[in-house]
Nanobody
Framework: QVQLVESGGGLVQAGGSLRLSCAAS????????MGWFRQAPGKERESVAT????????YYPHSVKGRFTISRDNAKNTVYLQMNSLKPEDTAVYYC????????????????WGQGTQVTVSS
């Protein structure tokens, strides 16, 4: 069973950048479509980036498009989220997730979630 561990969160000023990492173990990483999600206090969890198996196909919602970039290194079993031009509204706990199915931006049944990493953007 795949296990995911996120890292790289922290406190940053508005306009700054952070790079999140999600390391996978216990499964065949190259077989998983991967996604980054976030959840702010009092809000539902939302998808912020999806990447398919080979890394060629990536998807973003309008709220982060042009600022966030998802990538993966199948040799290192790791998916990344580069976040630039951060805004206070990006403050949330960020989670990565794995699925063996994806259709465009949507992941299928989630096999595993990471524990989450806090991102706080100050104004």
């Amino acid at each position: 069973q795949v296990q995911l561990v996120e890292s790289g969160g922290g406190l940053v000023q508005a306009g700054g950048s952070l790079r999140l990492s999600c390391a996978a173990s216990g499964g065949t990483f190259s077989r998983y479509h991967m996604g980054w999600f976030r959840q702010a206090p009092g809000k539902e969890r939302e998808s912020v980036a999806t990447i398919h198996l080979s890394g060629t196909n990536t998807y973003y919602p309008h709220s982060v498009k042009g600022r966030f970039t998802i990538s993966r290194d199948n040799a290192k079993n790791t998916v990344y989220l580069q976040m630039n031009s951060l805004k206070p509204e990006d403050t949330a706990v960020y989670y990565c997730a794995a699925s063996t199915f994806a259709y465009n931006a949507a992941l299928g049944s989630i096999l595993a979630w990471g524990q989450g990493t806090q991102v706080t953007v100050s104004s």
